[in-house]
Nanobody, 119 residues
């Protein structure tokens, strides 16, 4: 139901825009979060949006989350990428509440998109 796309290989300092699209569900009023995960590590919160936007300290001032397509697509614009941003990025959505920063807080997940930043 959620489709994450837009990942790829980019050099350090470059930019990417990830997209999270919903099919069969209107997520315009849902909380939507972006998480990322590297091998052997837990999935970590990156950014989220509902009525406000939220960011992990590690990406604040470099990443921007926004909505488009009538609110049913959520974008994550990533600028000034660093090698430590390399991960599989997942989007997730939750109907109630605000924007959880934990994996357990979400009901729906996309399949993940790989972001690789070379130094």
């Amino acid at each position: 139901q959620l489709q994450a796309s837009g990942g790829g290989l980019v050099q350090a300092g470059g930019s990417l825009r990830l997209s999270c699209s919903a099919s069969g569900r209107d997520i315009s009023t849902y909380g939507v979060g972006w998480f990322r995960q590297t091998p052997g590590k837990e999935r970590e919160f990156v950014a989220g949006i509902k009525w406000s936007t939220y960011y992990a300290d590690s990406v604040k001032d470099r990443f921007a989350i926004s909505r488009g397509n009538g609110g049913n697509t959520v974008y994550l614009r990533m600028d000034n990428l660093k090698p430590e941003d390399t991960a599989v990025y997942y989007c997730a959505a939750v109907r109630g509440g605000d924007v959880p920063s934990t994996v357990k807080g979400y009901d729906y997940w996309g399949q993940g998109t790989q972001v690789t930043v070379s130094s």
